[in-house]
């Protein structure tokens, strides 16, 4: 059974920094790709960042972009979040998941071509 689980997270100030982890377990985990996705409150789900089997490629949406850091540590079957400069539009529940395959699905299709979900962490940022 393929269980996902996100950690981290909370309440910062605007500006501030804060890291999320996932770990999976019941999979291979270097045989997938993982990802990042939020949702706000009353708003769709966002892809926030992914990246690839290895590492070696990641991805981010735009509004994150430079801000946001994803890596992974196959060893320890964890993936990571690191979210810098934080604003209050970042407020949201955080999602981890693991794609369908080695590659990363664009984030453009809001999670659409990963296969396990975590239960979502939530990050709050006040102004």
């Known amino acids: 059974q393929v269980q996902v689980a996100e950690s981290g997270g909370g309440l910062v100030q605007a500006g501030g920094s804060l890291s999320l982890s996932c770990t999976a377990s019941?999979?291979?985990?270097?045989?997938?790709?993982m990802g990042w996705f939020r949702q706000a409150a009353g708003k769709e789900r966002e892809g926030v960042s992914c990246?690839?089997?290895?590492?070696?490629?990641?991805f981010y949406g735009d509004s994150v972009k430079g801000r946001f850091t994803i890596s992974r540590d196959n060893a320890k079957n964890t993936l990571y979040l690191q979210m810098n400069n934080l604003k209050p539009e970042d407020t949201a529940v955080y999602y981890c998941?693991?794609?369908?395959?080695?590659?990363?699905?664009?984030?453009?299709?809001?999670?659409?071509?990963?296969?396990?979900w975590g239960q979502g962490a939530q990050v709050t940022v006040s102004s």
């Open positions: 998941a693991a794609a369908a395959g080695r590659v990363c699905p664009s984030l453009s299709l809001n999670g659409r071509g990963f296969r396990y």
């Open positions: 019941g999979l291979t985990f270097d045989d997938y790709a």
């Open positions: 990246i690839t089997w290895t590492g070696g490629g990641t």
